[in-house]
């Protein structure tokens, strides 16, 4: 063989096809952040401002994937909405700290360089940077022929925030008798994928051939991020978790101080039509709860006088509603009650 011959190219990786995915992110996130300084997409970093009328700023940093959901966007060809999912996971557990998201970076690794599918999955992150009021300041395409198999891609995010001292959400801030909200999630948002996809194929579902689960395993993950930094300016809340993997109980248990008990009432759940479905289908009780959300999205811990003030800030869809409450003389930190109705 002549040496000459040896390219990149031949080896499955595609320089320029990957020039020009960084070019047009580059244009797209130039319209989205209008006249913004310090943007640098294609260089070797970014340089961000820090909001300078935030007192002594923390900076916060968090970092997740969408899992096995990039499975179902392939098999539906839809990729659109997976970017929203990404920066979901990641803005969604930089407010539990009580910070507001500054910048977003993305990973995106995939066998080969397909345009069409990765402009997609841009412009959903993009549209998840926008509800987060974040911006896209950079990130990582990587080719990868012989790592993943034809078609496959992952996708994983990086965000970082920043929130003043005296707004950081600790865990002393939550009282005895305080209250427990559930704000609705809007669907299994990126947990439980890959049990998801076990049951279809057990039971031999095709998704392409049902309207109700295409549309429902696809639907992205709610950003709560708009709502939940008013309450937090206006000292509303005294604690929050994000429900992902682990679902209610090993998440709310992550912001509950050792003296004090999570007690929540499972049959005030209001579960959507997607958690029905999975538990008519076999999905037990006890399965369904350590790992879907089953329609809690968000929890939200709060004095009880400050309930209707705070149901204010909601659209009806995502109206908070209370499931529990904070106790003491419990000697775990979540106790559940009840049961869930599935009906």
């Known amino acids: 063989m002549n040496n000459k011959s040896i390219t990149y190219k031949k080896s499955g990786v595609n320089i320029n096809a990957a020039d020009q995915f960084v070019n047009f992110i580059s244009s797209v996130s130039s319209k989205k952040r209008g006249k913004k300084k310090f943007s640098n997409i294609g260089g070797f970093g970014s340089i961000s401002e820090i909001p300078n009328q935030i007192k002594q700023p923390k900076i916060v940093a968090c970092t997740d994937g969408v899992g096995t959901k990039v499975e179902i966007a392939n098999t539906l060809n839809k990729y659109d909405t997976i970017g929203i999912d990404l920066v979901a996971m990641s803005v969604n557990d930089l407010i539990v700290q009580g910070a507001k998201p500054l910048l977003f970076l993305d990973y995106i690794s995939i066998n080969k360089i397909d345009l069409k599918k990765l402009k997609s999955i841009i412009k959903g992150i993009l549209k998840g940077c926008e509800l987060s009021k974040c911006e896209l300041v950079g990130g990582e395409t990587a080719e990868m022929p012989g790592t993943y198999e034809k078609g496959k891609f992952d996708i994983a995010g990086f965000a970082v925030g920043i929130v ?13 008798n305080d209250l427990i909200l559930a704000i609705p999630s809007s669907g299994l948002h990126s947990n439980g994928y ?14 392409k051939k049902n309207n109700f689960l ?7 993950t709610k950003i709560y991020v708009s709502e939940v930094l008013k309450l937090i300016d206006k000292d509303l809340i005294n604690g929050c978790a994000n429900i992902t993997g682990g679902g209610l109980a090993d998440n709310i248990k992550r912001v509950i101080p050792d003296n004090l008990t999570a007690e929540i009432n499972l049959e005030q759940i209001k ?3 997607i958690f029905k479905w999975l538990h008519k289908k076999g999905i037990s009780d006890k399965e369904m709860l350590k790992t879907f959300n089953c329609g809690v999205g968000f929890c939200l811990i709060i004095n009880p006088k400050k309930l209707n003030k705070i149901k204010r800030y909601f659209t009806n869809n995502f109206k908070p509603y209370v ?3 904070i106790s003491k003389n419990f ?11 599935w009906i």
């Not at 003043?164 to 005895?176: A, S, T, Y």
């Not at 890959?194 to 998704?207: E, F, G, H, T, W």
Request: glycine share 6%.
């Open 194 to 207: 890959s049990l998801v996809r076990y049951l279809l194929k057990q039971k031999k579902i095709d998704i």
């Open 271 to 273: 579960a959507s039509k």
């Open 323 to 325: 499931i529990g409450k």
């Open 214 to 220: 295409k549309k429902e395993l696809i639907r992205p």
């Open 331 to 341: 000697k775990e930190k979540v106790k559940l009650n009840g049961s869930v109705n």
């Open 164 to 176: 003043g001292k005296n707004k950081i959400l600790r865990k002393d801030k939550i009282k005895n």
